[in-house]
C-alpha cells in the first residue's frame, strides 16, 4: 500500500538553527498539508498546499515557516530560525479529492 | 471552544471488554475520521465517515450528523489496542483535519 515517509524520522537542533523537513507524498496526490503535535497536546494544523501555493495557513505558519514543493515528488516544511517552542512531532499529510488523508509517521524535533 | 470534543479523556479497560468512545463536533462536517495514535508518535487513519455506520474487524464507528456526534466502538478489546484515539472532523473534503484531543485507552491483560 502507498503510504507517506517523512525525514529525518528525529532531528536535534540548536535555538536559532534553520531546519529542513522533508516528506514525500503519496504520488497521485493533490493537496499537502502540515501538522504539528507539542508533546502532551493534540495535533495542530499549520500549512495546506495545492497547486503549488499555500491554501490556507493557521496563525502559527509566521514568517518563519515557509513550503515548498522543489520536485514532483518531495514537500518540504523550513523553520528558519527555531526557537524552543518549536520542539514537537512534525506530521506531513497528502490526499487526492475526496478521500481521506494519509499522515506520515512524523519527525520528532527537539530544540535545545 | 474546542470544535471537537472527545469523552473520555483516559480510559483504561480489562481485555475483553467492549469499549466506547465519543465525540461530539460542532461545525458543519463533510467527513469526521478516526485515527490511532501509538506511543511511538505514528498516526494511523481508521476510518472516513460522512455518516451511518462502518465496521473494519473489531472496530465499529458510527455518527449521527444531525446530533453532530460520532462513536467509535472496540470489541474484545486486547492489549495492543492500547493507543491514543483521535477523533477528528472535515469541513470540506479539501480541508485540513481538525483534530480533537484524542483518548488514552489502556487495555490491561
Known sequence: EPEVTQTPSHQ???????????????????????YRQILGQKVEFLVSFYNNEISEKSEIFDDQFSVERPD?????????STKLEDSAMYFCASMTSGETQYFGPGTRLLVL | KNEVEQSPQNLTAQEGEFIT???SYSVGISALHW??????????????????KKKHGR????????????????????????AVYICAVQ????????????TSLSVIP
Not at chain 2, 38 to 44: A, N, Q, T
Not at chain 2, 91 to 102: M, Q
Open chain 1, 72 to 80: 514532483g515528488s518531495n514537500f518540504t516544511l523550513k523553520i528558519r
Open chain 1, 12 to 34: 536535534v537542533t540548536q535555538m536559532g538553527q534553520e531546519v529542513i523537513l522533508r516528506c514525500v507524498p503519496i504520488s497521485n496526490h493533490l493537496y499537502f498539508y502540515w
Open chain 2, 21 to 23: 468512545i465519543n465525540c
Open chain 2, 59 to 82: 472496530l465499529i464507528a458510527t455518527i449521527n450528523i444531525q446530533e453532530k456526534h460520532s462513536s467509535l466502538h472496540i470489541t474484545a478489546s486486547h492489549p495492543r489496542d492500547s
Open chain 2, 35 to 52: 485515527l490511532q495514535q501509538h506511543p511511538g508518535g505514528g498516526i494511523v487513519s481508521l476510518f472516513m465517515l460522512s455518516s451511518g
Open chain 2, 91 to 102: 469541513k470540506t473534503s479539501y480541508d485540513k483535519v481538525i483534530f480533537g484531543p484524542g
